[in-house]
Structures are given as structure tokens and as C-alpha cells.
């Protein structure tokens, strides 16, 4: 089905919930609001959660992601969040992306110090869907008056990253991106979902090697590792 007409059906069908669908209005009701998974305390550097503020991160011991000055990201990828991601990404509804870019833009911080905001390519073609990921950087650039630019392209269609080791699943990424023209010296990377990192370490090379010199990433929602799960609130534990 194309964009338009989808965009036009949902248009046209009741106003419900982009979350759980049963609740009526336009927007992510208060019951999933409420349920949303947030990282409290988070690593500057990762987003990682931390126990208390100002510790350590154990996750990246405050060095960060190589080439990222730092990362905002305020949820956990689970739950409510991950049923909201699902449905804005494998089931293309208009109002789960829209809630997304609502909530990303609704926690940004008052100065970005970015000359152009970034968006990490789709890794396989959305013909016929919206991308969640440029959905927010054109949400952010519409907030902040800052050049959304779009100069990172995809060298290869990258192998399933579940069928490679962390060596191999690290080689895949390394060159995913390439950049296609000289870009601002200052940054920020958008991206929808964060699991390794992967994709947004390659984007940051790509972008250095064209001028590039401060990036910032920022993500909607974040997976969180075995061990950097203790400090999630025990709501979130299972999601
Ligand atoms: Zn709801
Ligand atoms: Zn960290």
C-alpha cells in the first residue's frame, strides 16, 4: 500500500492509541504514558543508566561510543516503548511515528550544539513506509530551525547482524556508510533505536571523513545490555 494511501486510511479510521490501540484520541494515551520505560539517570557519554548521579558507567566507563561526544536517549527499549517503536516501524502507523517524534522532540534540551542534524540511512528501502528515523530528524529540524541534511548513503546492504559474531557483526558496519559530501563541523546523529552502537560509530566515521569534527547522537529508545540492566527499575525488567 503506498504512504499516501495509508497515511489517508489512518486519517480516516477512529483516533485511537498508537500504543495499545483501545484507548480513544488522537495521541499515546496517559495509561501508556505512564507505562513508558525511562532511564532515569543516564550515562552522558552512552545513555547507558547509571545507579545514581554522577557515578561511573559501567557500560563504557565514560569514554562513550568512538566518535560520539556524547548520546541522549531518555527510554529503554522495552515494553510500552518497544510496542510503540514496533508499531511505528514494522506497521508503518502515522500515529506511532508521529507519538515518537513528539516524545524524542519533548526532551530535547534547550540548545543543541549542532550546525546540521544527520539521520542514519534505512538499512533496506522504504518504499512503500515512512522512516521512523527521518521522522525524527525532520521532527527535531522543524523544533530547532537546524539543517536537517541527508549526505550519508549505505555502501552495502549489511548481512543479518544476528547470524554474525561481535567481530564479524563490527566488520559488517565499519564501512555501511559513506558520506557524499563535505558536511558542518558540528553534528547531531539521529537514529531510532540504539543496540550496539554499530550503526551510529560508522555513521560518525563517514561524517569525520567529510569535515566533520563534534557529532552528538540521539536516539528514541535504547536497548539495555545484561549487565547494565541492574540499575533499571523493576517495572522494566521484564518487559
Ligand atoms: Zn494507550
Ligand atoms: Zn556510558
Not at 543496540?195 to 551510529?200: A, N, V
Request: net charge positive; charged share 20%.
Amino acid at each position: 500500500m503506498s504512504t499516501f494511501l495509508s497515511t489517508l486510511l489512518q486519517a480516516l479510521l477512529p483516533a485511537v492509541c498508537p500504543v495499545c490501540t483501545e484507548t480513544d484520541g488522537v495521541n499515546i494515551c496517559e495509561h501508556c504514558i505512564r507505562q513508558l520505560p525511562a532511564i532515569e539517570q543516564s550515562c552522558p557519554a552512552c545513555a547507558a543508566p547509571l545507579p545514581e548521579y554522577g557515578a561511573t558507567c559501567h557500560c563504557c566507563s565514560g569514554m562513550g561510543f568512538p566518535g560520539i561526544s556524547e548520546l541522549l536517549c531518555h527510554w529503554h527499549y522495552s515494553g510500552t516503548m518497544k510496542l510503540l517503536i514496533h508499531n511505528a516501524k514494522r506497521r508503518g502507523k502515522t500515529a506511532a511515528i508521529r507519538t515518537g517524534c513528539q516524545l524524542l522532540t519533548r526532551t530535547l534540551p534547550e540548545k543543541i550544539p549542532a550546525d546540521a542534524i544527520v539521520v542514519i540511512p534505512p538499512s533496506t528501502p522504504q518504499a512503500d513506509k515512512l522512516h521512523l528515523g527521518t521522522e525524527l530528524g525532520r521532527a527535531i529540524a522543524r523544533l530547532t530551525q537546524i539543517p536537517l541534511i541527508q549526505p550519508l548513503q549505505l555502501t552495502h546492504r549489511p548481512h543479518p547482524q544476528h547470524q554474525l559474531s561481535e567481530q564479524d557483526r563490527k566488520k559488517n558496519m565499519n564501512t555501511i556508510f559513506q558520506c557524499s559530501k563535505t558536511v558542518p563541523r558540528r553534528i547531531l546523529l539521529v537514529d531510532d533505536i540504539l543496540t550496539t552502537g554499530t550503526s551510529l560509530i560508522a555513521g560518525a566515521r563517514a561524517l569525520r571523513q567529510q569535515g566533520s569534527k563534534n557529532i552528538s547522537g540521539i536516539c528514541l529508545a535504547r536497548t539495555i545490555r545484561y549487565n547494565e540492566r541492574s540499575y533499571v527499575d523493576n517495572d522494566t525488567k521484564n518487559p
